[in-house]
């Protein structure tokens, strides 16, 4: 296994799938890990009893990545996004589903 250097509080993530989320229709954020050093992004979305049905995580260059989700349920959702084993600020997040 390859040995990462990485600071995940140094990763800034923004978007409005961070606090909120709609039904069937396609959610976003961005987590920009460009001053992170070099790890591996992880994203996982739960929700009031199953895990999300669809989570795209798309590298768009610099080691800024786009994630997209679709929620089926309403409900309070958790967010969270790794970099590397090392939660980023703000993580886990709280997102509800009207």
Known sequence: MPKFTSDASKVVSRGPGLTKSFMGQKNLFTVDCS????????????GPKT?????????TGNRVYNVTYTVREKGEYIVIVKWGDENIPGSPFRVSVP
């Open 35 to 46: 001053k992170a050093g070099t790890n591996m992004l992880m994203v996982g979305i739960h």
């Open 51 to 59: 895990p999300c049905e669809e989570v795209y995580v798309k590298h």
